[in-house]
């Protein structure tokens, strides 16, 4: 018997007064041991359908229609006190912020015992020896001395194995996993990835497995189901919808990703985004047909039809046909390095930080002995883990810290980058990681791009807005822009005018710390495709720090890899990537889900020191 | 028609509604007190409001023990309160609101220094510290105000201090010092717009805090001449004839108790809208 039947459910919310919904047309089956995917980007509603299981919608959210079946029960209808009793036990979540979803004030053995005491172990002894016992299920070592311990001191990953192990204590018969791995470094996502699968397989438990990566859900998916402005679009079998989606949206989707094996291709990017809450009453026909490359006048008569292109595979579309025609744009030949001096050399620099209080100081390294040089209009990648130090580089070289050793010349020159002392290099940028908190919520958009023109004093008014508007045109974003608030503008948006300000400045070199990483696919795309377009008109060089390696694998000629302050490896990106040298360039290579979901995922582990989880 | 959130405040509407009638009231005393407010009539000490029996029209909130007008007083009286809510509040917020840039923006050792000093200077009971500083100042409007202002900047210095840390971690100003903005022009263009909303609430509350206090020192006698109408002076005047007429004890206790409280309704109101951390929940 299925576990969970959605059968046309539909979620609505008031909005300005009206009944909009937001989750339509909701239908899946989810049988005993197996796992669907729930993929979409931000927005599309992915995150609803786990509220709306737990009945935990948002105030003015109601389920407005259709049915939400758990083992035959209706938990829409179901009362509080019964719901109540199914979570937690029959239904289990994993949550997406490890660090978040355990109380920080309590240890993770005071944790575990509440869980299992809600479970029914009556005695101490009882539950003691139960914890013990889930925390080895979930491969966490010296279970108990960590059962002494504070979530703040552990890593994300190995609360993350917590939590699983909360989850799956009760031996629960649906598992809701709501993005488990998007925190986590990505040779951690692998480890848990394949937990969930072990424990999942163990038990026979069904899983629901909410992501934006359609490559990781191809990996560990029976099914899947792409969800677009909170309407299913496509729902098959993993390896169908990967390797013959029906729906235009997963196939762009696909293109727009970068693959990590094979050719170097273009990425699709798609225009515009995803339409907002706000604009789904507006929404006639196909919501996805403004962007689609496949629309005909035909889409926006009416919600398409669920279309059966195979058996169990059906697609929202009403030209499913053409859909495997859509292709990524050609490659635009890449822009050559010019030869000649170096923009930048760095040699043996060396940050440390102080760590500790008043009676016990240590230093810690958080850059060690890192060299490199970067060529005129080169684009460099850096990529590691989190605590690698790529943002502490990164600061370093625009002089947001002062180096504890080594050297950084700015072409030719010895620089000493200080910024407290009131000298700033222009020569080098940095466009930060997160959009929302690099630009001034109290200044227009117009003032913020020209920010380094109000630095010097000199220009006036109408230069600094003829100075906006063109920096805008550049890119990609229309003349009104310019009088916007950021809150008035998409995180696509942002970023575009946060590079836009760095470029304000006529810099040579553009460190870029993670600029992607916040984004959608789809925007991530746009952007890549924008910075490669930049690249050709204006000759800059460019700092890529990225933990996403296919993404450097898209933009960067030569890549570094960073491990616990130092570079690991150094190299021409198509050298580094098709054969890895080091040891953790293989296991940051092997642990990234490949493209073909028929293809073997068996991440490789490095660990040093053996501490690492 | 569009009005910024603020003005839609039912709270920061009626404060602000209180505020200006009293202040109108200060502003226009000349032209609204019936008497001159040191005039005194000896033959009608002590009487009570018009309305009750033994009242005169003529002296609608009756009499003090000297036969003097209690509205005009309280009317005159207003001035000063009002000159003494503007002024100090404004001066402890410039004197407060500089050094908490300083120390936020620039952290370290001047952080260290003005958090220490601020530390001293709260540890003094604050009544004490004022009237420690009129007895070195002597009296007089202006040294009331001064004497505001120097007990009551670390209440600034100290609360905006912690907002200006929380925006100087912003990667916008960051971003600013990056494309060549100076100290001076990143405090002002980028962190400045921050606070400002914190700052006008924390004055129009400071104003309610700065009458309480000027009437505590007209109260002891330590403020404004005796011939200037205050309204402390008149609650410590009605004092001795409490049992007499309790009226003229009532009235400069309403005054200041409205005032007081429609700077706090301001204050609230404006805390509510302007704070973006509490509108940023309906989003």
Not at chain 1, 34 to 49: I, P, Q, T, Y
Not at chain 1, 411 to 428: C, E, F, I, P
Not at chain 1, 476 to 502: C, K
């Amino acid at each position: 018997m299925s576990i969970l039947i959605a059968n046309e459910l539909m979620v609505s919310a008031k909005l300005g007064g009206d009944l909009v919904p937001v989750l339509r047309d909701f239908s899946l089956t989810l049988e005993p041991g197996r796992v669907v995917g729930l993929v979409g980007e931000s927005g599309a509603g992915k995150s609803m359908v786990g509220r709306t299981i737990a009945q935990m919608l948002p105030p003015g959210f109601a389920v407005t229609g259709g049915r939400l079946l758990f083992g035959g029960r209706d938990l829409v209808r179901m009362p509080p006190d019964k719901r109540r009793a199914l979570l937690g036990r029959e239904i289990a979540f994993i949550p997406q912020e490890p660090l978040s979803a355990l109380n920080p004030v309590l240890t993770i053995g005071q944790q575990l015992d509440e869980h299992l005491r809600r479970l029914g172990l009556a005695t101490p002894r009882e539950r003691r020896a139960r914890a013990l016992d889930l925390l080895e299920t979930v491969h966490l070592p010296r279970g108990a001395s960590l059962l002494r311990q504070y979530p703040h001191q552990i890593s994300g990953g190995m609360c993350q194995r917590v939590l699983i192990a909360i989850a799956f204590a009760s031996r629960p018969r649906l598992v809701i996993a709501d993005e488990p791995t998007t925190a986590l470094d990505v040779t951690i996502q692998a480890r848990i990835v394949r937990l969930i699968a072990e424990m999942q397989e163990r038990d026979g438990t069904a899983v629901l497995f909410i992501t934006h990566d359609l490559r990781l859900a191809g990996q560990i998916c029976d099914q899947i189901l792409v969800l677009y402005a909170g309407r299913p679009a496509e729902y098959g079998p993993a390896r169908a919808v990967l390797t013959a989606p029906a729906h235009p949206y997963s196939r762009c989707l696909q293109l727009a990703n970068p693959p990590m094996s094979g050719a170097r291709r273009a990425l699709a990017s798609l225009p515009e985004r995803m339409p907002g809450l706000a604009a789904y009453k507006d929404i006639t026909g196909c919501a996805f047909a403004p962007r689609c490359p496949n629309a005909v006048p035909d889409c926006t008569r009416g919600a398409p039809p669920f279309v059966d292109v195979a058996p169990g595979h059906t697609a929202a579309c009403i030209r499913t046909a053409a859909t495997q025609a859509i292709a990524a744009p050609a490659l635009a030949a890449a822009a050559e390095t010019a030869a000649g001096a170096p923009v930048l050399e760095v040699s043996a620099l060396c940050k440390n930080f102080l760590v500790g209080g008043m009676f016990s100081r240590s230093t810690f390294a958080a850059v060690r002995d890192v060299s490199f040089v970067l060529g005129a209009n080169e684009f460099l990648g850096v990529v590691g883990e989190s605590g690698s130090g790529k943002t502490t580089l990164a600061r370093l070289l625009v002089g947001l810290e002062q180096p504890s050793g080594g050297t950084i010349k700015l072409t030719g020159q010895k620089v000493v980058h200080n910024l407290v002392a009131g000298q700033s290099a222009h020569d080098a940028q940095l466009i930060f990681q997160d959009p929302q908190s690099a630009l001034n919520p109290r200044r227009r958009v117009g003032g913020i791009v020209t920010q380094s023109l109000e630095a010097t004093g000199i220009a006036s008014r109408e230069e600094r807005l003829a100075r906006a508007r063109s920096l805008l045109a550049e890119i990609g974003l229309p003349p009104e822009t310019v009088t916007r608030f950021p809150s008035q503008l998409s995180g696509g948006q942002r970023q575009r005018v946060n590079i836009a300000r760095a470029l304000c400045a006529t810099p040579k070199i553009l460190i870029a710390d993670e600029i992607v990483s916040g984004l959608d696919v789809s925007v991530q795309a746009q952007l890549l495709n924008l910075l490669i377009g930049l690249r050709k008109q204006r000759a800059f060089s460019m700092v890529f720090i990225s933990h996403d390696l296919s993404v450097v694998r898209y933009l960067c000629d030569r890549v570094l890899v960073m491990f616990r302050g130092e570079v690991v490896e150094a190299g021409p990106t198509e050298r580094l990537f098709a054969a890895p040298a080091h040891p953790y360039t293989r296991a940051l290579l092997s642990a990234v889900p490949p493209d073909d979901p028929a293809g073997a995922w068996t991440p490789a582990r490095f660990e040093p020191d053996g501490a690492r989880l | 028609m569009w009005l910024p959130a603020w003005m839609r405040s039912a709270r920061v509407l009626i404060g602000l509604a209180i505020v200006l009638l009293i202040g109108l009231a200060a502003v226009f005393a000349p032209l609204l007190a019936p008497h001159d407010p040191n005039e005194q009539n000896l033959i009608a000490t002590l009487l009570p409001p018009a309305w009750l029996p033994g009242g005169e029209a003529e002296f609608p909130f009756g009499t003090d023990s000297l036969g003097r007008c209690v509205l005009s007083r309280l009317i005159y009286g207003a001035r000063v309160a009002m000159a003494v809510a503007v002024v100090a509040s404004f001066g402890a917020m410039l004197l407060g609101g500089v050094l908490a840039h300083v120390a936020g923006y620039f952290g370290g050792r001047v952080d260290w220094l003005i958090g220490r000093v601020v530390d001293v200077w709260m540890s003094f009971p604050p009544v004490i510290l004022s009237l420690v500083l009129m007895v070195g100042l002597g009296t007089g409007l202006r040294n009331v105000i001064l004497a505001i202002v120097l007990v009551d900047w670390t209440r600034f210095c100290r609360v905006l201090r912690s907002e200006v840390l929380v925006v100087r971690r912003r990667d916008y100003v960051t971003a600013a010092r990056l494309v060549g903005f100076s100290h001076w022009r990143t405090i002002t263009r980028e962190v400045l717009p921050a606070t400002v909303p914190l700052l006008i609430t924390l004055v129009s509350l400071e104003m309610g805090i700065a009458v309480i206090v000027e009437a505590i020192l007209s109260f002891v006698g330590m403020s404004v001449s005796a011939d200037t109408p205050a309204w402390g002076q008149m609650i410590a005047d009605a004092r001795q004839y409490v049992y007499q007429s309790s009226w003229n004890l009532i009235f400069p206790i309403l005054a200041i108790f409205i005032t007081v409280f429609g700077f706090n309704l301001l204050g609230d109101g404006l805390r509510r809208t302007l704070d973006v951390r509490l509108t940023a929940v309906r989003t």
